[in-house]
Nanobody, 122 residues
Framework: QVQLVESGGGLVQAGGSLRLSCAAS????????MGWFRQAPGKEREFVAV????????YYADSMKGRLTISRDNAKNTLYLQMNSLKPEDTAVYYC???????????????WGQGTQVTVSS
């Protein structure tokens, strides 16, 4: 079974950029759709972006569309999320997740990383 470890979070000023990474163990990484989700204090976990196992299809949350690029390197078993023009409201813990289908719903994902904190200052 795949295990996931996120990295790349941190403190950034509004308008700045961050690149999150999610390293996966296991030989079946390419068989999973991979999603990014985020959760701010006191709020429910929400969808950010998803990419198909082949990398050929992507989909983004409307709230962040145009500021994100999700990508994956199946040879390196790594998922990425490039975030640009960050806003204070993007502050949250960001999680990567693996699942069998291309979905925006957290419950469709069975494998989760521990999360990485992103803080955007104004």
């Amino acid at each position: 079974q795949v295990q996931l470890v996120e990295s790349g979070g941190g403190l950034v000023q509004a308008g700045g950029s961050l690149r999150l990474s999610c390293a996966a163990s296991g030989r079946t990484f390419r068989g999973y759709a991979m999603g990014w989700f985020r959760q701010a204090p006191g709020k429910e976990r929400e969808f950010v972006a998803v990419i198909a196992g082949s990398g050929g299809s992507t989909y983004y949350a409307d709230s962040m569309k145009g500021r994100l690029t999700i990508s994956r390197d199946n040879a390196k078993n790594t998922l990425y999320l490039q975030m640009n023009s960050l806003k204070p409201e993007d502050t949250a813990v960001y999680y990567c997740a693996a699942g069998p289908s291309f979905s925006v719903t957290p419950r469709e994902y069975s494998i989760w990383g521990q999360g990485t904190q992103v803080t955007v200052s104004s």
